[in-house]
């Protein structure tokens, strides 16, 4: 059964720093979202993408963040100078829209030095 | 704003109880309300998830009722085991739109 993919795993990074969260989403799939999720709290949504622009963001998807579909199959999130506030569990999400199951990616942790 | 609430928080139940959750939502707008199972460390897995055009479904020993006059909607376990203990989530959402998570409920199933 095809999966959600996500890298890396986990990823540690100093305050101030870019970085970039990458995902894979299934293939036939059209709509695509970030969520997170900070330790011991619920799911966040963040921001949701098709066809090819952010069709709704969050409050918390600030100028600090943005997303791309570099090609055909990742999906990014960056997020341009970290905070310690932004480290939480990543998850990316794929669907193929029409109030259809979204699919969950496993996950990046991402630490905030 | 966009809000669902989601009871209890926490829940201990011996193997082979019932167990029930509850989740409500704000926007009366939503019309796709799915349930996602986490066990620590994990991604969130679809269990389960109800449309606004259906009052009941099941799977096996899952089920879950939407109200949507009260905009209540619940997830029922049956016969719990062990293996379902893990941290349950409510969403909802329209359509091709975000979900909006509950807070979770950390189900604990005593063998």
């Known amino acids: 059964e095809p999966e959600v993919t996500q890298t890396p795993s986990h990823q540690v990074t100093q305050m101030g720093q870019e970085v970039i969260l990458r995902c ?7 709509y695509f979202y970030w969520y997170r999720q900070i330790l011991g709290q619920k799911v966040e949504f963040l921001v949701s993408f098709y066809n090819n622009e952010i069709s709704e963001k969050s409050e918390i998807f600030d100028d600090q963040f943005s997303v791309e579909r570099p090609d055909g199959s990742n999906f990014t999130l960056k997020i341009r100078s970290t905070k310690l506030e932004d480290s939480a569990m990543y998850f990316c999400a794929s669907g193929t829209g029409g109030g259809e199951t979204q699919y969950f990616g496993p996950g990046t942790r991402l630490l905030v030095l | 704003g ?14 082979g109880d019932s167990a029930v959750i509850k989740c409500t939502y704000s926007d009366s ?9 986490q066990e620590l460390g994990k991604r969130p897995q679809l269990i389960i998830d109800i449309r606004s055009n259906v009052g009941e479904k ?12 009260a905009k209540h909607f619940s997830l029922h376990i049956t016969e719990t085991q062990p293996e379902d203990s893990a941290v349950y ?23």
């Not at chain 2, 099941?58 to 006059?69: E, F």
């Open chain 1, 24 to 30: 894979v989403p299934i293939s036939n799939h059209l």
């Open chain 2, 29 to 37: 707008a939503s019309n796709y309300f799915p349930w996602y199972k």
């Open chain 2, 89 to 111: 989530f409510c969403a909802a959402g329209i359509d091709t739109d975000k979900l909006i998570f509950g807070t979770g409920t950390r189900l604990q199933v005593f063998p």
């Open chain 2, 58 to 69: 099941k799977d096996q020993r899952i089920a879950v009722t939407l109200n949507k006059t």
């Open chain 2, 2 to 15: 966009e809000n669902v609430e989601q009871h209890p928080s926490t829940l201990s139940v011996q193997e």
